[in-house]
């Protein structure tokens, strides 16, 4: 059979189009021009106890999806075929890179391979980028998109367990509020002062964000 995990971007409830305007709560303005984060160690756990690695490790980008109202409201299919396992109820898997893949390089792979690419990848924190919003801002709103957006988290420290307990694949979207991921009670991103994250000195940043998105996953 095959399994298919539909994933689909909002902001502030309204489906989230790439390159479209959306308001701050501090006032600036955003455009988007990608999301995607890494999945690792998928699993598949059936009602008789027994789990099936789904997939070891693969990239969710999100952005050509994304690209119009139609594709952001019929959200980004994610299909895994010809899985053995007939019964399976729950998934789990690793929101990032798992620490003996993280140990590699993009050079370790042949081209094809989710790993690959260099640009996952940043040197300084022998690290794959385990998840990016990237965009640019109106800090000021003069009209003109000035700031370069580029929110990069990874090291093993950022990666988070997602257990999916009760979701119908058939049937269910899983959304993923981008505001949601800017502010969790009460507390809000500062993106003015941090519109890039690329230190691991800027890690509790990261985590504040990489954490929020691992709520809206857990279910």
Do not use: C
Not at 40 to 54: K, V
Not at 191 to 219: W, Y
């Amino acid at each position: 059979m095959d399994i298919t995990f539909n994933f689909a971007l909002s902001y502030d409830g309204e489906p989230l189009v790439m390159l479209e305007e959306y308001d701050y709560p501090t006032g600036e303005t955003l455009k988007f021009t990608r999301i995607s984060f890494y999945i690792s160690d998928l699993q598949g756990n059936s009602s008789s106890g027994n789990s099936t690695l789904l997939k070891d490790i693969d990239l969710i980008n999100l952005s050509s999806s994304h690209a119009s109202v139609e594709g952001a409201t019929e959200g980004f299919n994610y299909t895994i075929q010809d899985v053995p396992e007939e019964d399976i109820n729950a998934y789990s898997f690793l929101l990032g890179v798992n620490s003996e893949l993280n140990s590699q390089v993009p050079a370790d792979y042949s081209s094809n391979h989710p790993l690959a690419n260099s640009g996952e990848y940043w040197i300084a924190w022998d690290s794959y980028i385990f998840f990016k919003i990237e965009g640019i801002m109106d800090s000021d709103n003069d009209g003109e998109f000035e700031t370069n957006v580029a929110l990069h988290i990874g090291s093993n420290e950022a990666a988070r367990h997602i257990t999916m307990n009760s979701v119908d694949l058939s049937n269910e979207q899983i959304n993923i509020d981008v505001m949601s991921i800017f502010e969790s009670n009460g507390d809000l991103y500062d993106i003015q002062e941090n519109p890039q994250i690329h230190s691991l000195f800027q890690l509790d940043k990261a985590s504040f964000l990489v954490e929020n998105l691992a709520k809206q996953l857990n279910r």
